[in-house]
């Protein structure tokens, strides 16, 4: 697992690859919960999903990729998006989250950050 520079991820996003970044935890109605972006490339420009995530490792079930969405009506999380440029796009989010400049990710590896 390597770290990415957010000038290192549009190539990646215009090969099809999906770039994510850990958020952090918070806590609703007394629940541990996650957040964390994901960001990716389609005909119409860049989109980001901002992702919000019960807790759900004390019932069993191990990957961030499977915790329940705390959103019943969003369960792939809230869209941003398309945007016409990638610097369009982040500066948008940046303005909803704080975003890290050297902490994005390939899809896949956010288990990892969460046990570390």
Known sequence: ????????????????KIIEQYLGTFKLDNLPCHRFV????????????????FDEKEDGIESIYDFSSIDPD?????EYGPKASLKA???ELKEKVALSNDTFLLTGFLDNVMTK
């Open 89 to 91: 796009l982040l500066s």
């Open 38 to 53: 994901s960001i990716g490339k389609d005909k119409d420009g860049y989109y980001c999903f901002l992702v919000e995530v």
């Open 74 to 78: 969003n369960l792939e999380g809230i």
């Open 1 to 16: 697992m390597r770290y990415l520079k957010e000038n290192e991820i549009e190539p990646y996003l215009n090969a099809g």
